[in-house]
């Protein structure tokens, strides 16, 4: 698992690195969950993104937790990516 999060953590660093220029803002927040991925840590990435004031895209990467169990798979966090 960790190999993937590594793996994960490298492709959110490049994004981050195509767009600086153009949105400093997400490529800050993208570099939080990079650092979050790899440290098991969601707090810089969740302060980036609320306090972030993004040019375009609206990107939430990372876990959700729920309050009860998943019913079919048993789990009580997700990760996940939505724009």
């Not at 993937?4 to 220029?21: K, N, P, T």
């Not at 927040?29 to 707090?43: P, S, T």
Request: one cysteine or more.
């Amino acid at each position: 698992m960790a190999t993937s999060w590594r793996g994960c953590s490298a492709l959110l660093y490049q994004a981050a690195d195509l767009l600086e220029a153009a949105d400093p803002e997400l490529s800050g927040y993208l570099r939080h969950r990079a650092r979050d991925l790899l440290a098991d840590e969601l707090r810089g990435g969740d302060v980036a993104w609320l306090t972030g004031n993004f040019r375009k895209p609206n990107v939430q990467i990372g876990a959700y937790e729920t309050a009860t169990s998943d019913e079919l798979f048993g789990a009580k966090a997700s990760f996940g990516f939505s724009s």
